[in-house]
């Protein structure tokens, strides 16, 4: 299983990710970094780190459970409903600019149902999407603002970013047969 | 998707599909429920207290018995789970026109419910329509058998407080021998390994309750002597005919929880009581509103409970009711 | 019209005959009972191997529902049921709708009986007017219309008095006084042993104490009358002490036990299916003391008779909640199987006593013919095959109901033939 990305590469392209937001925000003023769970929560902090350093002003951070919005979670086959964790937004996203973080942009419903989600706290001025990479195949028109790695992939094939955080670890690794 | 494998890991499950009691959970069944909950809480501290969860699905709340305050608990979980909801309550159903349970349930069913949240005065009644029914029945309180998501609920602000189940000293103290609640919270806390001990009059002790895993007694200061949590029960003016107390009067002065007697238990126990409460009849007001007590706190955790478990059944009936996978 | 039993071991208790024999019937009686008998001209049956010919058993305890609950069971399904099971006889209980209390009905029963044509039906009639326990039935008439007892079953003779005069006034016809010992204050509205299952449930209890304090009154008042007095469905340790002492003591006082109260427990309501109305009869089913003192006393002579309290339900009526649900199971059909399974074939009890408690007693009981295989006396006759492997079936019952917790039961024992008055009315050979 082929590593697509390493530490170091990660962590420059969320350095680069976090010079891109302060390029195209003109500075942090009325921003907040919201990860979705799970592996979006670790990412976004680390942009939180990284904006602090480049800037020195704190982003506030949240964490989105989006498994209540989930499209798919009354069509299972048999198995377990998707455990629900907490939702932790300290902050009112009202007319705050949102940079809605996940791990991996795939078929685009996730960010539908996390889109749903946020949606219900209040009304943001505006949402942009981070993602660390985009592996393709759409389903629903949505495209990413900021994207750490574009990374072609089959259908068949699938795309695991393990972090330091959760995982031990911080790499990309593409599994399957292309 | 990268997360899916990790969910797929984390995840546990109910293996029932209905929720007849506690009886039959496991601890990681009820630890889950409890987890769950804690999501369900945060959405109900939100401005628009509603996700989309159960669009879509319909729950028919059944109750055959009156009460307001499980009911109003079932609907709004059910409410903020985006699900349809239909109360039913008996004085206004075919009941009282002398049809079954069954055949008004098979009624009900026909057209399509996705679940049955019934309260019913005869012990086993939600058992008859599981074995019966399409729906996934939620049992909302079974005659004097069990009242499992009040054990929940009562498990969720218990760990709140505590950190913890296991290990507690819980005394339980009023007219055991009719109470559902008491059932599934002696289940429950043993299950989840807390020390339970039972107290009431000798006439309102349930007969071999020396089977139920609890310490019974009849002195309410030993009960509490020590005690992290201290929940008491309704005890029903209705006792009086069955020859069971003599007057609410001396039931208050040999069993009521006062100031005094709760000062037996340790500093930061809390007071709880299922309601709907009789003050002065066994709780003292002074206790009732007194700082130890959370029994408004029951109340509100009670729908993010009940949310829980719809959304962990909901998904289980999938399984069965649609024959997918 | 001749008939052989041919071969086999005869056990006939009242005759201490145990042996292998040949059986004659003759016109509806015993002709002879002998070594290597003759055909002569006579239908030969013959007994298989390892097979028993016994005197017709008799079931002193049914409720065959007719006249007014037809829908549960009649006295042509019900006595089917009788002979399938291997019961020549049948005593039916007065609680039917109207309640047997005035020998119209008696008469009307007998008709019924009559005209089925299976097993004999032994009416008994109701102590009092509609069983209401206010105002003495006409027992004398009674009695001549057919009633071979009086009780007021359902519910006890209501008081002290009604029983005692009840008692005095059976004793005088000669017949027995049967009680369906209850005492309705501490019974309430309990549907289950109170220990630790129903409270588990949550159902309301009813203490084996309900039942032994009226067993106790009612050995009282037999020997202050003088009379019979026989304890109906008996089911708690208790009231078996309370008839132990009674006997000890010379009273005459007989009891019966019914299956399923040497059979179950309580804790079957805890079981697979839980809150089986087929599991819910009354009295309950009580704990395993209570269940172990039942055997005890049918292996020690103390138990007179076991008796089915075959009361058949209709499905609708039992598929309801359980406090709401009737009371009563059916039994004519498992009786013996699980006499065979639970008390022969685990040595509690020779398959002498099985007839005893089956056959002898419950005819001396009622004081009725039969028990017997003498020479002269009707050709009762029941053959059981004890080896036999059967599972019960609820849905394949001779009765119209099937409410009984038995279905899918294996079980070891059965009944191979039938014979009534010399007619073979149940053959499964």
Redesign the interface.
């Known amino acids: 299983m082929p590593q697509v990305m390493d530490a170091d590469r990660m962590s420059r392209a969320l350095t680069r990710i976090a010079h891109e937001i302060l390029e195209r925000n003109c500075g942090l003023d009325e921003l907040a970094l919201v990860g979705i769970r ?2 979006g929560v670790p990412l976004a902090r680390r942009l939180a780190r990284a904006l602090r350093e480049i800037n020195g002003d704190d982003v506030p951070t949240g964490a989105l ?1 989006i ?3 989930r499209d798919d ?16 937004i300290a902050f009112s996203i009202d007319d705050r600019k949102i940079l809605l973080v996940d ?2 942009l ?2 685009g419903r ?1 960010i539908r149902a996390a889109l ?2 946020l949606i ?3 009304r943001p001025r505006g949402i942009q999407l981070v993602v660390l990479v985009d592996r393709g195949h759409r389903e629903l028109p949505i495209k990413a603002d900021y994207v750490g790695k574009n990374l072609p992939t089959s259908l068949s094939q ?4 393990r972090l330091q955080e ?1 995982d031990g670890v911080d790499e990309v690794v593409i599994e399957g047969e292309p | ?3 899916q ?4 890991a ?4 109910l293996t029932s599909r209905h929720l007849l009691g506690i009886a039959g959970m496991t601890a990681d069944e009820i630890g ?1 429920v409890l ?2 909950a ?3 809480k ?2 109900g501290g ?3 207290k ?5 669009r ?2 319909t729950i028919v709340n059944l109750f055959f018995e009156p009460s307001t305050r499980t009911r109003t608990s079932f609907e709004i979980a059910e409410k903020r ?1 985006s699900a349809d909801t239909l109360s039913i309550a008996a004085a206004t159903s075919s009941v009282t026109k002398g049809e ?3 055949d008004t349930v098979r009624n009900i069913e026909a057209m399509s419910p996705d679940m049955i949240v019934m309260r ?1 005065a ?4 939600p ?2 329509l599981a ?2 029914c399409r729906s996934a029945i939620v049992n909302a309180g ?5 009242h499992p998501t009040q054990a929940l609920l009562d498990a969720f602000t218990i760990r709140e407080h505590k950190g913890r189940l296991a290990g507690l000293k819980v005394a339980i103290i009023g007219d055991l ?1 009719h109470s ?1 609640v008491l ?1 599934s919270n002696v289940i429950l806390l043993n299950t989840m390994g807390a020390e339970v001990w039972a107290c009431g009059p000798s006439t309102l002790m ?7 895993g609890v310490r019974a007694t009849t002195s309410v200061d030993e009960a509490v002597e020590g005690a992290d949590v201290v929940m008491m029960l309704r005890i029903q003016h209705e006792r009086m005919h ?1 020859h069971f107390i003599p007057s609410v009067r001396e039931y208050f002065t040999l069993f009521g929880l006062t100031p005094e007697r709760a000062r037996r238990a340790r500093s930061d126990v809390i007071i709880m009581h299922p309601g709907p409460m009789n003050r002065g009849v066994e709780i003292d007001s002074e206790v009732a509103d007194g700082p130890y007590s959370v029994i408004l706190e029951q109340v509100s955790n009670g729908v993010a409970v009940r949310m ?1 478990v719809l ?2 059944l ?3 009936d ?2 069965v009711e649609r024959g ?2 | 019209m001749k008939l052989l039993l041919k071969g086999g071991r005869v056990v006939d208790p009242a005759n201490a005959r145990d042996g292998a024999f040949d059986v004659l019937i003759e016109d509806g009686r015993i002709a002879r009972v002998g070594k290597d008998l003759p055909a002569d001209g006579a239908e030969v049956f013959e007994i298989r191997p390892g097979w028993i010919v016994a005197p017709g058993l008799i079931d002193i305890h049914v409720h065959l529902r007719e006249p007014g609950q037809e829908h549960k069971e009649t006295v042509l399904t019900g006595t089917e049921a009788a002979v399938a099971g291997g019961f020549a006889a049948v005593a039916c209980m007065p609680n039917t709708e109207p309640v047997n209390d005035h020998a119209g009905i008696t008469q009307f029963i007998l008709k019924k009986a009559a005209e089925a044509a299976r097993a004999r039906v032994y009416p008994i009639g109701a102590v009092s007017i509609g069983s209401k326990g206010e105002q003495l039935a006409e027992l004398g008439e009674q009695k001549t219309a057919g009633c071979v007892a009086f009780t007021d079953d359902g519910k006890p003779v209501a008081t002290a008095l009604l029983m005692r005069r009840a008692l005095e006034y059976a004793g005088m016809l000669g017949v027995p006084v049967i009680d369906h010992c209850e005492d309705p204050s501490l019974k ?1 509205d309990g549907v289950a042993h ?12 009813i ?1 084996g104490a309900a039942e032994s304090i009226m067993v106790e009154r009612d050995v009282s008042l037999a020997e202050l009358a003088g009379a019979h007095v026989h304890i109906a469905h008996m089911s708690a340790r208790e009231s078996l002490r309370a008839v132990r002492a009674g006997k000890a003591r010379g009273v005459r006082v007989t009891c019966e036990v019914a299956p399923h109260h040497f059979t179950l427990t309580d804790e079957a309501l805890d079981g697979a ?3 089986d109305t087929n599991l819910k009869m009354n009295p309950p089913l009580r704990s395993a003391a209570d269940r172990d003192a039942m055997i005890e006393g049918i292996a020690d002579g103390t138990v007179d008779a076991i008796a089915t309290d075959h009361a058949p339900h209709h499905p ?1 009526e039992k ?6 649900a009737p009371f009563g199971i059916v039994g004519l059909e498992t009786a013996v199987p699980l006499v065979f399974d639970r008390l022969v074939h685990t040595g509690r009890i020779t398959i002498g006593r099985m007839i005893e408690l089956l056959s002898v007693n419950p005819a001396r009981v009622i004081n009725v013919p039969g028990g017997t295989l003498a020479e002269g006396s009707p050709a009762d006759v029941t053959v059981l095959a004890p080896d036999r492997e059967m599972i019960v079936s609820a849905e394949s019952l001779k009765s119209r109901s099937r409410n009984m917790p038995f279905d899918g039961w294996r079980l070891r024992g059965g009944v191979a033939a039938t014979i009534v008055g010399g007619r073979m009315v149940y053959k499964n050979a």
């Open positions: 799970t592996r459970d498994t209540l919005y979670l009354m069509r299972h086959a048999v198995g377990p409903q998707p455990v629900v964790r907490r939702t932790e791990d991996v795939y078929t996730t749903d989600a219900d706290f209040g699938s795309v695991q970013v959760i | 998707m990268t997360t494998a990790t969910e797929a984390a995840a546990a499950t889950l987890d769950t804690i999501a369900m945060e959405i939100r401005a628009i509603k996700v989309p969860t159960l879509g699905r789970l079954s349970l069954l019913h005869s012990s086993g009644a058992h008859l074995r019966t079974d005659g004097m058998h069990e021998l559902r059932r349930p007969p071999g309750i020396g089977g139920f069955g829980a959304y962990l909901a998904g289980r999938i399984d997918e996978g | 309430g109170e220990g630790y299952y129903s409270s588990y449930l949550g159902l309301r209890g203490p299916v839980k809150y609708d598929m309801l909640e359980f406090d709401r």
